[in-house]
């Protein structure tokens, strides 16, 4: 987590939690434990999240491939009452994982963080309620795995146009060469949204 601007790590048996820069988003990094075969390590372990601040119980696990490099995903949320946190990590290559926070009343509504995920690293980020998501990919092959707390109900699948220009995303992908989905191509835009959380 060297080089990422945060408050102080917190840690607790496998786990250091850094918080970033919108309130209740954390930056993950799991001990591995190297030898001569490889390494292991406890990718979720209830017991050292919440004991770093994270108590989100989660439901589901979900797992992506998208094999174009410039494949965008985003931005989405559930609304509430099937709203959800996620942990992301990547399981293999690489991409540029992108918040904004979507919480009305937070002093930092609309902004958003971008942050690097890769498979040789490893590192997780922790995305609370609240927040829209979506991602980039660096490389081609990418496979992302993330968990997350509520089930998927298509009902409250919301997205945030990608390239809505008052986020300010600089995604490392021109328009023209983006891969996106039909729906992710014409996503509202923020403040066309209804307001949930
Ligand atoms: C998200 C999801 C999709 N699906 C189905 C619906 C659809 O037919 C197909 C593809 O769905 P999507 O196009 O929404 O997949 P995708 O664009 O990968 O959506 C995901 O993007 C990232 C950025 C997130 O943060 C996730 O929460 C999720 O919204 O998979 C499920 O069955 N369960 C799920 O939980």
């Excluded at 390494?39 to 119980?57: H, K, L, M, P, Q």
């Amino acid at each position: 987590m060297a080089g990422i601007e945060g408050g102080a790590i917190r840690s607790h048996g496998n786990v250091e939690a850094l918080p970033l820069a919108l309130e209740g988003v954390f930056l993950i990094k799991t001990r591995r434990f190297g030898d001569a075969r490889g390494f292991f390590t406890e990718t979720y372990s209830r017991r050292d999240f919440v004991a770093v601040g994270i108590e989100s119980v989660f439901v589901q696990d979900n797992q992506s491939f998208s094999a174009p490099r410039g494949t965008i995903r985003g931005l989405h949320f559930q609304t509430p009452p099937h709203a959800q946190a996620k942990l992301v990590r990547v399981l293999r290559g690489a991409i540029l994982d992108v918040v904004v926070d979507i919480r009305r009343h937070s002093p930092t509504f609309g902004r958003h963080l971008a942050v690097e995920l890769d498979h040789a690293e490893g590192l997780q980020l922790f995305v609370p309620e609240g927040f829209a998501h979506g991602f980039c990919t660096l490389t081609p092959d990418v496979e992302v795995f993330y968990k997350v707390t509520d089930v998927y109900a298509p009902a409250c699948d919301r997205g945030i146009a990608w390239n809505d220009p008052a986020l300010g995303i600089d995604w490392p992908v021109a328009a023209a060469e983006a891969s996106l989905s039909d729906k992710d191509r014409h996503q509202p835009l923020l403040s066309e949204t209804e307001p949930v959380f």
